[in-house]
């Protein structure tokens, strides 16, 4: 397990901690704040909502739903929603097989969007630069202000006892550094993502009914995230319930001119192993220019 450099939200502009945070981001491009006001109740009305709302597209076959079934046969079902200045605010694409899931995602998605704002400012207090395509030195809030940003929740659906085995059996290998998602690295700036809950689905009436069940691992930090370190080492990041976690994508290096290196994380989904279908429902914000 890899401890992630964590701070406190609200004492990010105090003392050394605008460097400290510059610090961690250069080293493994993965940081986690505590204490974000009203972010435990949100992140949590947030993901139920969301969960129930794929599960519900998904019977209605709506539209919005994006559906991916990746190699080890795990289904992921995402809800893509562009935010920022690029919002709807008129959107009415969710509203038929999800009612209300407008409302609670606008408070989430506004709560990341400040986070990242907040931390953009805390770069800012530091000696980092970064300039345009044009050389032109801009600070990093208005980096973020001016980005492109694109909301993505992803929900995982474990696949059956059964047909994991079939896909095992259909493939050439198969050992425990298979990944469910493989390695990659994100576009964007940043992705502020939180950590992933998960449900028991059961599908035994005409309408499927989902339940919370526990991450596992210590304080329910098992995520299914794997990230590769800088030194080539793959580790399981301890991601916890209260926490928003921000990686560095791929930006820095593609879109802007920076005085430090900030590396784009790789990263990857190992699924952990359910007896019963399950599904993982997680979000991932990324902010994009």
């Given at each position: 397990?890899?401890?992630?450099?964590?701070?406190?939200?609200?004492?990010?502009?105090?003392?050394?901690?605008?460097?400290?945070?510059?610090?961690?981001?250069?080293?493994?491009?993965?940081?986690?704040?505590?204490?974000?006001?009203?972010?435990?109740?949100?992140?949590?009305?947030?993901?139920?909502?969301?969960?129930?709302?794929?599960?519900?597209?998904?019977?209605?076959?709506?539209?919005?739903?994006?559906?991916?079934?990746?190699?080890?046969?795990?289904?992921?079902?995402?809800?893509?929603?562009?935010?920022?200045?690029?919002?709807?605010?008129?959107?009415?694409?969710?509203?038929?097989?999800?009612?209300?899931?407008?409302?609670?995602?606008?408070?989430?998605?506004?709560?990341?969007?400040?986070?990242?704002?907040?931390?953009?400012?805390?770069?800012?207090?530091?000696?980092?630069?970064?300039?345009?395509?044009?050389?032109?030195?801009?600070?990093?809030?208005?980096l973020m202000t001016d980005a492109v940003r694109l909301d993505h929740f992803h929900a995982y659906e474990a696949p059956s006892v059964r047909e994991r085995r079939l896909t095992s059996a259909a493939t050439s290998t198969s050992n425990e550094d298979d990944l469910t998602l493989?390695?990659?690295?994100?576009?964007?700036?940043?992705?502020?993502?939180?950590?992933?809950?998960?449900?028991?689905?059961?599908?035994?009436?005409?309408?499927?009914?989902?339940?919370?069940?526990?991450?596992?691992?210590?304080?329910?930090?098992?995520?299914?995230?794997?990230?590769?370190?800088?030194?080539?080492?793959?580790?399981?990041?301890?991601?916890?319930?209260?926490?928003?976690?921000?990686?560095?994508?791929?930006?820095?290096?593609?879109?802007?001119?920076?005085?430090?290196?900030?590396?784009?994380?790789?990263?990857?989904?190992?699924?952990?192993?359910?007896?019963?279908?399950?599904?993982?429902?997680?979000?991932?914000?990324?902010?994009?220019?």
């Amino acid at each position: 397990a890899f401890e992630v450099p964590t701070f406190d939200y609200e004492t990010l502009s105090t003392g050394n901690t605008p460097n400290d945070v510059l610090d961690a981001l250069k080293k493994d491009g993965i940081i986690s704040f505590t204490n974000v006001p009203s972010y435990a109740q949100v992140r949590h009305a947030y993901l139920d909502s969301a969960a129930a709302c794929a599960v519900s597209a998904q019977e209605a076959n709506a539209e919005f739903l994006l559906h991916k079934r990746l190699s080890d046969g795990t289904n992921r079902y995402t809800i893509s929603t562009p935010s920022g200045q690029e919002a709807n605010p008129n959107a009415t694409a969710t509203h038929a097989a999800c009612p209300g899931y407008s409302t609670v995602y606008n408070e989430f998605s506004s709560l990341l969007e400040l986070v990242v704002l907040n931390v953009a400012t805390t770069l800012d207090a530091t000696n980092f630069t970064t300039k345009d395509g044009y050389g032109q030195t801009v600070s990093s809030r208005k980096l973020m202000t001016d980005a492109v940003r694109l909301d993505h929740f992803h929900a995982y659906e474990a696949p059956s006892v059964r047909e994991r085995r079939l896909t095992s059996a259909a493939t050439s290998t198969s050992n425990e550094d298979d990944l469910t998602l493989e390695l990659h690295e994100d576009d964007g700036m940043f992705i502020v993502f939180a950590t992933p809950a998960f449900y028991k689905v059961s599908s035994d009436g005409p309408k499927s009914t989902f339940e919370p069940v526990s991450a596992g691992g210590q304080d329910d930090s098992e995520s299914g995230l794997i990230i590769q370190r800088r030194d080539g080492q793959r580790v399981r990041p301890v991601l916890k319930p209260d926490q928003v976690t921000l990686m560095v994508g791929t930006g820095y290096n593609r879109w802007v001119a920076t005085s430090e290196q900030l590396p784009a994380v790789m990263h990857g989904v190992r699924m952990p192993r359910w007896r019963r279908r399950s599904r993982s429902a997680c979000c991932a914000r990324g902010s994009a220019r």
